[in-house]
């Protein structure tokens, strides 16, 4: 992924490796600066800056729509030389429980001024939830026939909402979002059920919408085998859990 803009006398180029990138990998490439100028500059204050976006805040040229800023630059008193070009090699961690890219929010590559990224060149990312969690999404769509309506960023989580199966077992299942990430090497699924439940108001008996929430922290070895396959009798175990759970909850 390339991209290329230009603020006089200078030509910032940036160069990303591969055009996609999970959660918990790196993010490499190279900035290169050139100097159309018959001066020496300054090159310190020029860099590259990781940072979630809101893409119409973006557009609208307001600042509070950047955040979570990570940034490396020259260093402080390198000079480029009149007509000449200067490289930077850089490279970003992806948090396992970072931001996903998503329609309107995500992160960006910024290149350019280091205190000033609504004036230089950006590059929207295309970053993919870590693999282990599309293995787990893949393992309850199969196995219980729930199917994901959406991914979203939520608080440091990805958002996963689900359309239903119905059926006997789901029958009073409205809703159900997963709050799921990878933290210090452990899975943390937070289960966010609407239910369906009958009640007595004023003599007669009436639906209300209850709220069933259930959290679990699974360890590596719950969820993970050998070779960073997906342990999946620990994962169907632990969905089970949940299930079995919400299944049995009284009507009334």
Known sequence: MKGTFFKQPLEFSVDIQGESHRQGESL????TLRNHSDEELDLGQYGVSLAQTDAKKLKAKKEKGITNKQQLSFKQGEKLSAKGEASLEWEFKLPTDGAISEKSNGPYIYYGATDDLLEGGFLELSILPIEILEKYIEIFENFFRFKR???KNKAGFIDIQYTCPGGKDFARVEKLNQHIRIIDSKLEVKWLFKVNKLGYE????VEEKVDRN??????KKQFMDFGDFPNQDGILASIKEVLEQVKKYEIF
């Open 28 to 31: 490499k490439g190279s900035l």
């Open 149 to 151: 309506k959406s991914l």
């Open 202 to 205: 004023a003599g007669s008996v």
């Open 214 to 219: 259930f959290d679990q922290l699974l360890e």
